[in-house]
């Protein structure tokens, strides 16, 4: 059974980057049939999408914050990767993994349990 | 526009039935998804493309659309449905996900 996880600190300083990586187990990254995405949700707040990535590395990203996301993928290990850079208090929330079925409508079928993110001086 | 708004919060009598909704623009090309999160825990979808439940989804989840509108309904709510529930759909302009504000969903 596909499985993703989140890993990263849990705590960035103001300014600074972002990183957080999600692991793919149980079946490939590599899938033609699916898109890999990063979704986040303030404390008490609603989700909001950050963006999208295809294993060939074509990405999609939330024009709100596309000046400061970068999402990667990286197929030998199994992973793909968000750095939001320049963050800032309002960035604070728990950051999900998700995979979207290459499909016309996106959606997201399977999620990882989300890690928090707290960004404090 | 790239905004899909559902209303903040409905409730519903234990085992009655409920419909919740979303509208926006994108909404007329795009079928949206729903999506059902409980405090702590990650969003679990419940619908897609309009009316389609994953495996494991009971079947009083059902969806549908009309025009600018997609509606969530459950006939005959259970107290385990009491959660957030949110809609997406892909941007009519482009290659985006959106999401709607979310619905908070109380069985009474």
């Known amino acids: 059974q596909l499985q993703l996880q989140e890993s990263g600190p849990g705590l960035v300083k103001p300014s600074e980057t972002l990183s957080l990586t999600c692991t793919v187990s149980?079946?490939?990254?590599?899938?033609?049939?699916?898109?890999w995405g990063w979704v986040r949700q303030p404390p008490g707040k609603g989700l909001e999408w950050i963006g999208n990535?295809?294993?060939?590395?074509?990405?999609y990203y939330n024009p709100s914050l596309k000046s400061r996301v970068t999402i990667s993928i990286d197929t030998s290990k199994n992973h793909f990767s968000l750095k939001l850079s320049s963050v800032t208090a309002a960035d604070t929330a728990v950051y999900y993994c998700?995979?979207?079925?290459?499909?016309?409508?996106?959606?997201?079928?399977?999620w990882g349990r989300g890690t928090l993110v707290t960004v404090s001086s | 526009s790239s905004e899909v708004t559902q209303d903040p919060a409905v409730s519903v009598a234990l085992g009655q039935t409920v419909r919740i909704t979303c509208q926006g623009d994108?909404?007329?090309?795009?079928?949206a998804s729903w999506y059902q999160q409980k405090p702590g825990q990650a969003p679990v979808l419940v619908i897609y493309?309009?009316?389609n439940r994953p495996s494991g989804i009971p079947d009083r989840f059902s969806g549908s659309s009309s025009g600018n509108t997609a509606s969530l309904t459950i006939t005959g709510a259970q107290a385990e449905d009491e959660a957030d529930y949110y809609c997406?759909?892909?941007?009519?302009?482009?290659?985006?996900?959106?999401f709607g504000g979310g619905t908070k969903l109380t069985v009474l």
């Open positions: 994108s909404l007329r090309t795009y079928y």
């Open positions: 997406n759909s892909r941007d009519s302009n482009g290659n985006l996900v959106i």
């Open positions: 493309a309009k009316n």
């Open positions: 149980g079946g490939s990254i590599s899938s033609d049939n699916f898109h």
């Open positions: 998700a995979r979207a079925p290459f499909v016309l409508y996106w959606y997201f079928d399977l």
């Open positions: 990535i295809y294993y060939s590395g074509s990405t």
